[in-house]
Nanobody, 122 residues
């Protein structure tokens, strides 16, 4: 299993950028599908992006395509999410997650961090 700790959240104005990081420890994280999720108050948690284990292929929710980039550094055992052109609707708690399965969907993630808060003001 892996342990996940997010960082990098904060407050930014609409149009600005933030970079989230997730430190991964425990198991060899190169064998895990990694993902970012978010949950805004009163809303269900939603998948933001995933990146697979071997070819680092990324998938994105339609709402963030072209603005967010997910990438992983296996040597440093970190996962990052670069968020550009932030909108007020991007404000949420962001979570790092992992699963030992193919990255075919946002489902079945087993390991979760505690989250990092992103606030976007207009």
């Amino acid at each position: 299993q892996v342990q996940l700790v997010e960082s990098g959240g904060g407050s930014v104005q609409a149009g600005g950028s933030l970079r989230l990081s997730c430190a991964v420890s425990g198991d060899d994280y190169s064998t895990y599908c990694m993902g970012w999720f978010r949950q805004a108050p009163g809303k269900e948690r939603e998948g933001v992006a995933t990146i697979d284990r071997f070819f680092e292929r990324a998938t994105y929710a339609d709402s963030v395509k072209g603005r967010f980039t997910i990438y992983r550094d296996s040597a440093k055992q970190t996962l990052s999410l670069q968020m550009n052109s932030l909108k007020t609707e991007d404000a949420a708690m962001y979570y790092c997650a992992a699963k030992r399965r193919v990255c075919s969907s946002f489902n079945d993630f087993r390991y979760w961090g505690e989250g990092t808060q992103v606030t976007v003001s207009s």
